[in-house]
């Protein structure tokens, strides 16, 4: 059975190895989409690293002095690259998230395609959000705290380095938000349900202050809480989720 680039493979009929083909060719087309929009990222660079810039700005604006270098020859290079990348992989992102969607459908039948398809929209939506959580919300309180310690120095950061730490926290983030949705599938595959959730709250708390340990680059206790909280929270609104899903399961089931 051949492979219709942009249909999918009727799952239920194909054999194996026309599975690994639709495979191969959807993960071509999300490198592709991926590549094409890192290269645009790449001749807006400059105004990238402008916008990552943009959580210091109040720092910086408090009377704070804060200047951003390059520590070797190559680092400038390697931080333009890093932020098409990321950049690119935003660009590309609702492109990527359609791949999986396509090679995923033809095999789901027609209730789960009622709600996969506002499954993958809400995994691309989540990232996003994530990303502009930390950008808007997370980053503004932690830069100011980490770099404020010590008055009336200049404070050098490694370009390299100051986007390294970006990108991570952006990135982190924008999987974090992924957390909900991600406990609603499970539920709907039976893995795991609202009452199992609820009574583990103890332990996930405990679990998440230790990932956000992890996860954190300093140690401090404010920018642990400002990642274990919304983790937390998210883990909440999974439980909300949680709950969604099976009362849907239900009604099919009295349907």
Known sequence: MQTVPGQGVAFKEAPLMDHLEELRLRLIYGLAFWGAGSALAYTYRDQL??????PLQGFIQAGNRVEIVTLSVTEPLITALQISAFGGLVVALPFMVYQIWAFVAPGLTHEERKWG??????????????????YQVILPAALP??????GGITNLL???QYISQMVTYLAT?????ELPLTIFLLTRVGLVNSQMLSSIRKYAAVTLTLLSAIITPTADPFNLALMAIPLYLLFELGIIFSRLAERGQARNQFS
Do not use: W
């Open 158 to 160: 490694s370009i390299g």
């Open 117 to 134: 398809a506002p499954f993958v929209l809400g995994l691309g939506l989540s990232f996003a959000l994530g990303v502009y959580f930390c």
């Open 49 to 54: 690293m402008e916008v990552l810039k943009g």
């Open 173 to 177: 983030f924008g999987l974090v938000f």
């Open 145 to 150: 705290f980490l770099l404020g310690f010590l």
